[in-house]
T-cell receptor, first 113, second 113 residues
Framework: NAGVMQNPRHLVRRRGQEARLRCSPVKGHSHVYWYRQLPEEGLKFMVYLQKENIIDESGMPKERFSAEFPKEGPSILRIQQVVRGDSAAYFC???????????FGSGTRLTVV | QKEVEQDPGPLSVPEGAIVSLNCTYSNSAFQYFMWYRQYSRKGPELLMYTYSSGNKEDGRFTAQVDKSSKYISLFIRDSQPSDSATYLCAMSAGNTNAGKSTFGDGTTLTVKP
């Protein structure tokens, strides 16, 4: 059984470029979550999605960030016009139901130069 | 004040010791309580998942939840060097704020041979 697959593992972008992070959940999991982990800080919730729906985006910055989980294909977290403060590890997680524990991916480490 | 406060550590113990990791929380709506283990540069891994108050045991790990005190603990018996990692507590409210988990900032544990 494949776990949560995230790619790329490492992503370097110059200030002002776009970053696209991909996440394929565990097969059969319909709930996807994105979290951000800044250096020496805990995991901060960004967004919770089900297929074709954003359920809770209360943790998403109001500008430049967007997420989708289309009917077919992986979930995408998109960051437009990246700034140095966006440098962090972005983790995707999935679960078979909305409550309880998640399965996390290995993360995408975004570095903005 | 953060919704979830975790003893910051770091914690260093000799092999074989009993380890106690603790979190407090302020949101009385939390019903689901999780502990994750995160190795350096990896995604968090779900260790224990508990619903409501009580104890849950799994091998060398015991999770305790005291909702009246808003306090949760993870005990590790006969600790091993391979237990060296950062431990994250997490909580979710279930039906309200469905899906979203709030994490503590983590406690880094080192078990010395």
């Amino acid at each position: 059984n494949a776990g949560v697959m995230q790619n790329p593992r490492h992503l370097v972008r110059r200030r002002g470029q776009e970053a696209r992070l991909r996440c394929s959940p565990v097969k059969g999991h319909s709930h996807v979550y994105w979290y951000r982990q800044l250096p020496e800080e805990g995991l901060k919730f960004m967004v919770y999605l089900q297929k074709e729906n954003i359920i809770d985006e209360s943790g998403m910055p109001k500008e430049r960030f967007s997420a989708e989980f289309p009917k077919e294909g992986p979930s995408i977290l998109r960051i437009q016009q990246v700034v140095r403060g966006d440098s962090a590890a972005y983790f995707c997680a999935s679960s078979p139901k909305q409550s309880g524990g998640y399965t996390f991916g290995s993360g995408t480490r975004l570095t903005v130069v | 004040q953060k919704e979830v406060e975790q003893d910051p550590g770091p914690l260093s113990v000799p092999e074989g010791a009993i380890v106690s990791l603790n979190c407090t929380y302020s949101n009385s709506a939390f019903q689901y309580f999780m502990w994750y283990r995160q190795y350096s540069r990896k995604g968090p891994e779900l260790l224990m998942y508990t619903y409501s108050s009580g104890n849950k045991e799994d091998g060398r790990f015991t999770a305790q939840v005291d909702k009246s005190s808003k306090y949760i603990s993870l005990f590790i018996r006969d600790s091993q060097p391979s237990d060296s990692a950062t431990y994250l507590c997490a909580m979710s409210a279930g039906n309200t704020n469905a899906g979203k988990s709030t994490f503590g900032d983590g406690t880094t544990l080192t078990v010395k041979p």
